[in-house]
């Protein structure tokens, strides 16, 4: 699960903060109507960097304003980005931290400084990194029961909120996926989620800090207008190949339990089991 540009969650954020109906200033006005949205994304082996530079964040956002002011600069700390190429300016708002033009920083920066700079005034927040995932714990981890609910849990609770998604197949070629941002460190998944024979095979979860992402958040930026800043670590992958009922269909477990390789190497063993094969994959 990677990363997109700019969330669909902070572009909402950004949009539906209150206007300034009320305001007797147009300069007033124009600074109510000022929205920043940051979300910046720590990786320890980012693929820009290189064997020197092992620790990156990279960051990017938005802008949007009535008017439209002109971007000048964005600040990371210590690390100045200030070449219009940085940014571009498209219907309605400003983006910045494209994939042609990453804004990159290789530094474990802790917490991250973020002020961006525009002709019509500054906005600055800071916010720290979550600490990682390192394992998940479950329910169930073998085989799970027809209309069985799963709780999924990691430890610690350091992080503001938690990215979550869980994938889930079943008839041949049919799939459901639980998609959710949780504030706590554990997911229950209804039994009724699970209603088909199948397999769960892929969890990721994703640390983040900052507001979090609902109706009514209140901004973590101040000065021009306001805004919300995010600093989202690695997100964490589990292969967990936990059955569901029978599993999947005959022929779909056949051709699992005979593929070769690492992967998936907890539902394979199980599957053979249940097919009466040796549990020992040829290499």
């Known amino acids: 699960m990677r990363r997109v540009?700019?969330?669909?969650?902070?572009?909402?954020?950004?949009?539906?903060?209150?206007?300034?109906?009320n305001s007797s200033s147009p300069c007033e006005c124009s600074q109510q109507n000022a929205v920043t949205g940051v979300w910046?994304?720590?990786?320890?082996?980012?693929?820009?960097?290189?064997?020197?530079?092992?620790?990156a964040t990279s960051v990017n956002g938005v802008v949007f304003a009535d008017p439209l002011p002109t971007l000048q600069s964005v600040e990371l700390n210590d690390a100045e980005f200030s070449d219009p190429g940085y940014w571009q300016y498209i219907?309605?708002?400003?983006?910045?931290?494209?994939?042609d033009y990453e804004i990159v920083i290789y530094s474990g920066f802790d917490p991250i400084v973020v002020s961006v700079r525009?002709?019509?005034?500054?906005?600055?927040?800071?916010?720290?990194?979550?600490?990682?995932?390192?394992?998940?714990?479950?329910?169930?981890?073998?085989?799970l029961e027809l209309g069985e609910p799963l709780t999924i849990s990691w430890p610690g609770q350091d992080a503001d909120f938690y990215h979550f998604w869980l994938y889930y197949e079943w008839g041949g070629w049919e799939y459901s996926v639980v998609d959710t941002v949780v504030s706590g460190n554990s997911v229950t998944i209804d039994g009724s989620f699970f209603s088909h024979d199948g397999v769960i095979w892929d969890v990721w979860i994703q640390p983040t800090n900052g507001p979090m992402p609902k109706p009514g958040a209140t901004g973590n930026m101040s000065g021009y207008g306001s805004?919300?800043?995010?600093?989202?670590?690695?997100?964490?992958?589990?292969?967990?190949?936990?059955?569901?009922?029978?599993?999947?269909e005959r022929e779909a477990r056949r051709s699992i339990a005979r593929s070769s390789g690492e992967r998936r190497a907890t539902?394979?063993?199980?599957?053979r089991r249940m097919l009466g094969l040796p549990v020992q994959l040829e290499r």
């Open 5 to 21: 540009p700019v969330s669909l969650t902070l572009l909402a954020l950004c949009v539906s903060l209150c206007g300034c109906e």
């Open 40 to 55: 910046a994304y720590h990786e320890d082996e980012l693929a820009l960097a290189t064997a020197s530079r092992d620790v």
């Open 91 to 99: 219907d309605g708002y400003i983006y910045f931290g494209s994939w």
């Open 118 to 143: 525009t002709s019509a005034g500054d906005v600055e927040g800071a916010v720290s990194l979550p600490d990682e995932i390192t394992h998940l714990e479950f329910s169930e981890s073998l085989i």
């Open 227 to 248: 805004g919300y800043l995010y600093y989202s670590r690695d997100e964490y992958y589990e292969e967990v190949g936990i059955l569901v009922g029978q599993g999947p």
């Open 267 to 271: 539902a394979q063993r199980t599957i």
